[in-house]
């Protein structure tokens, strides 16, 4: 472990533009052997409505134009890109993933802030054409966006930066103040980007309050989020459990619940049967599986199982499983022991009922603590546990399907609908695979896990409602008013 690593950070909460501490504070751990590399507070509920009711003044007294705000955001891209290793370092330490994983997340959540300060200069309106109804023809009415007020952003631990920027980037660029709340294992990296978009705000002239970050219980700082009338939009990406809870205690608050998934990626005969696979094993096994889009069910082909079942061991093989300060190392530990054992269950049970392990199957002891092998599955069917349930790790379970139509009912045998996959070289099978298959994204040539960060990203059923991306988000951070002007008083 590296020195860097090692290091302890002991973080305060940001409210009305004051770093402040607790009563109670709780320890972060390192994944990989459970050492503690800092704390933070635990925020009571009082606490909570004193960082909404600072976000509220602040929205209200804000006079930041369109360009301000992408100043704001774009000077807390630099600050954020000048601390690149340090936060790196961070995001490893309290999540647990690869290093070359944390630096690629902090260069997104870098380019993420920077994509959301050119889209606070974009909220565009649209002209009404008024004549296209009889009687109308006099008058001039366009639509103009604007903010809802005070956005509370929730987020998971397994992005613990980029996740939180995909919410707050947004919500500052259309002119919101904003509550993050990040994940109680992981809530470091999310208080470093809250130092950087602190010093931006001063920067500006914002006025205190305009960014706050608490930490603490989730259901403690979430019910007092709920039960707050200021608060006006609720971002959360997280379980579907607690996402439906909070569907059904929000009242009127505008909601962007990104939840779970059990992601199908289909391989068909006619494709390049070793590219998939390592785009399979890639796509199931980065952050050791702890992601929402990443590949829970690969369907294949019947007449190229064998074959996409070598080329998966091959590829798996190929990983690197240790230590995540070690620049050689692709796969890690896992966030937590809740986490870590879930995955076990679902593996053992899989198992025991008849699946066949043709790689990996290994976990803990030597491996580290909460690290699972990348574990090839073959002979698994739809009702078993790793097929049927969101996995969250690295395995990768292949059901051999035998016509196409049997491929798209497994694809949608689920009551999730994030994202899915298709390898073929066959258009038509290709665009019935957008028509049918039940997903927020259909990727042709790619697996479940494909997402560029300004893209339009959320799904169906269970999975969620509303949308990420920059300019998607935006939309759901603002409101849409109608200006109409009418001739015959002063004409």
């Known amino acids: 472990m590296s020195l860097e690593v090692a290091s302890r950070l002991d973080k305060q909460m940001l409210i009305d533009g004051e770093w402040v501490d607790a009563d109670d504070r709780t320890d972060v751990s390192y994944p990989y052997d459970g050492s503690t590399v800092g704390s933070v507070p635990v925020a009571s509920a009082e606490q909570v409505n004193e960082a909404i009711e600072a976000a509220d003044r602040a929205y209200q007294e804000s006079t930041l134009s369109a360009y301000e705000r992408y100043e704001l955001l774009t000077a807390a891209a630099d600050r954020l890109e000048e601390r690149a290793d340090e936060v790196s370092n961070v995001v490893t330490s309290e999540q647990g993933k690869p290093l070359s994983e944390s630096r690629t997340e902090v260069d997104r959540a870098v380019q993420t802030l920077r994509l959301s300060g050119e889209e606070a200069k974009r909220m565009f309106g649209e002209y009404v054409p008024m004549d296209g109804q009889k009687g109308f023809a006099k008058d001039h009415c366009f639509t103009q966006r604007e903010p809802l007020g005070v956005v509370a952003a929730i987020t998971p631990f397994n992005f613990p930066l980029n996740l939180m920027v995909h919410k707050v980037g947004p919500a500052l660029a259309a002119g919101n103040a904003v509550v993050g709340k990040p994940a109680s294992n992981t809530p470091l990296s999310s208080i470093v980007l809250f130092e950087c978009l602190a010093e931006a705000a001063e920067e500006v002239d914002a006025p205190d309050g305009l960014v706050n970050v608490v930490t603490g219980s989730g259901s403690t700082v979430g019910d007092a989020i709920l039960d707050h009338e200021a608060v006006e ?145 073959s002979g698994v069917t739809p009702e078993m546990p790793a097929a049927s349930e969101e996995v969250f790790g690295p395995l990768v379970p292949v059901i051999p399907v035998s016509d196409f139509d049997e491929a798209i009912e497994e694809a949608n045998n689920t009551n999730y609908g994030l994202e899915a996959g298709l390898f073929t070289q066959d258009i038509d099978r290709g665009k019935r695979a957008a028509d049918e298959i039940d997903a927020g994204g259909v990727n042709i040539n790619t697996v479940s896990g494909f997402r560029a960060d300004h893209m339009p990203y959320g799904g169906f059923k269970d999975s969620g409602v509303g949308k990420e991306g920059i300019k998607y988000a935006l939309d759901h951070f603002s409101r849409e008013k109608l200006v109409g002007f009418h001739q015959g008083f002063n004409a």
């Open 233 to 377: 939009a609720i971002s959360f990406t997280g379980s579907t459990d607690v996402g439906k809870y909070l569907a059904n205690n929000s009242g009127m608050k505008e909601l962007t619940l990104e939840l779970g998934g059990n992601d199908p990626t289909i391989v068909w005969d006619d494709t390049d049967i070793e590219q998939a696979a390592e785009q399979l094993v890639g796509g199931a096994c980065s952050n050791a599986g702890q992601v929402c889009n990443s590949v829970e069910r690969v369907l294949v082909h019947e007449t190229v199982e064998d074959e996409l079942v070598d080329a998966l061991v091959d590829a798996a093989e190929s990983l690197t499983v240790g230590d995540p300060t070690d620049d050689e190392t692709d796969v890690a530990s896992m966030v937590d022991d809740d986490q870590f054992q879930t995955v076990v269950d679902l593996f053992e049970a899989t198992v025991e009922q008849g699946a066949t392990v043709e790689y990996g199957g290994n976990y803990g002891g030597d491996l580290g603590e909460r690290v699972f092998e990348p574990t090839v599955l």
